[in-house]
Nanobody, 121 residues
């Protein structure tokens, strides 16, 4: 089972930026970032199949998902942060195909422990 370790969370003011990182013990072609806010369901933020990114509408134009295949690291660059982006952010990996815009979290069998992002107004 691939091991995932997130880092880079923190507290910022609205309009600020953060970059999250997820170090994976093994390479996976399908990787994703999910988030879960207080009292909310866990939702997909972005995922990548090979190098093709897919984004939730709520973060398009503000967040960028990328990967360094040589280091097995997944990134999430978050700009123009809003208070509604406040959540625990989780990295996830799958051995299945995910080259489509809509995917279920059930596709992912490996999860990190999460990193907290707090955006104040």
């Amino acid at each position: 089972q691939v091991q995932l370790v997130e880092s880079g969370g923190g507290s910022v003011q609205a309009g600020g930026s953060l970059r999250l990182s997820c170090a994976a013990s093994e390479n996976r072609l399908c990787m994703a970032w999910f988030r879960q806010g207080p009292g909310k369901e866990r939702e997909r933020v972005a995922h990548v199949w090979f190098s093709t990114p897919y984004y939730a509408d709520s973060v398009k134009g503000r967040f960028t998902i990328s990967r360094d295949p040589d280091k097995n690291i997944l990134y999430l660059q978050m700009n123009s942060l809003k208070p509604e982006d406040t959540a625990m952010y989780y990295c996830a990996a799958s051995s299945d195909w995910c080259g489509r815009s809509s995917i279920s979290r059930d596709l992912f069998g490996a999860w990190g422990q999460g990193t907290q992002v707090t955006v104040s107004s």
